[in-house]
């Protein structure tokens, strides 16, 4: 593949030469590979990142994350180009949830309103009447009337947990977020008996099993958060663990340790569907303008309702 130009030291160099010929912004999710967080415009959480880039005047978004954060981007940005280095990078929750087994699920549960997780489809999003993200779920579900019935989709563990703290009985979609499912409660225990002196810090997309022995549970911008304005020193990460790349850098001082599996030491939470981007990926997607995120225009309007609707309450 020929690139724009060819005198390039190395390939972040042709990246940022590439960025500035396209006008382009690069946004990176906590869940990223370090280098290419390291050559990202901004770095963040799925709608936060959206949000930027919508009031920057970049003709090109390129949104190095999964699939359902770049239709956000687009749904947010119309008139921008939003380009993903793989369109394979997916999402287990998103896959988990279809539209047309979805709509059954209303079907058959009438008088129910809709709260999606963002973690889902621009098609899932245009059936619900409100998305939440996991840092706005609780004050938004909490601002509804109690006696509302309610849906909730996709992921049931963070569903159960805002029912948890919420007191509420939300029907619950039966969506998973693989990662957060490989974390291994005999080996987090054991773990934390010969660390006593850590703290565990969970996302709340991890099962209940490991939810009840954190210390703290926090979307990934309030774990972040969380670490600098705690005083202990070593923390155990229950979440996708290339955000220690970012704790590390606010935090030098301070430990991180990836939260176990099954065989206590497994590399198996990092997200397949993240690792999928990489430099070279991000250089051609740069490069060839694609793949491209494409959303018709009447489903771009239905999925901006619910998400306008969370801005508001939120």
Partial sequence: MKSLHQNFKNIEEEIIFLKKKRKAIILSHFYQDEDIQDIADFIGDSLDLSKKAQNTNADVIVFCGVRFMAEV???????????????????SLEESCKVEDFKKFKFE?????????????AEIKAESDIIVTSS???KIINSL?????????????????????????????NGTCIVHETFSERELVKKKVRLANSKII???????NILKHADFIGSTSALLKFISSDN???????TEPHIIHQMKKNEPSKEFIIAPGNDGDCSCSNCPYMELNTLEK?????????PEISINNELILKAKKPLNFMLKLS
Avoid at 77 to 88: A, E
Avoid at 282 to 290: G, H, I, P
Wanted: hydrophobic residues 40%; charged residues 20%; positive net charge.
């Fill in 73 to 91: 981007a687009k749904i947010l940005s119309p008139n921008k180009k939003v380009i993903i280095p793989d369109i394979r990078a997916g999402c």
């Fill in 109 to 121: 549960n009438p008088h129910h309103i809709v709260l999606s997780y963002i973690n889902c489809s």
């Fill in 136 to 138: 706005n779920a609780a």
């Fill in 145 to 173: 009337p109690k006696d509302q019935k309610i849906i909730f989709a996709p992921d049931k563990h963070l569903g159960g947990y805002l029912n948890r703290i919420t007191g509420r009985k939300m029907k619950l979609w």
């Fill in 202 to 208: 969970a996302h709340p997309e991890c099962p209940e």
């Fill in 232 to 238: 202990s020193k070593q923390f155990i990460v229950a």
């Fill in 282 to 290: 991000l250089r051609n997607c740069l490069l060839n303008l694609s």
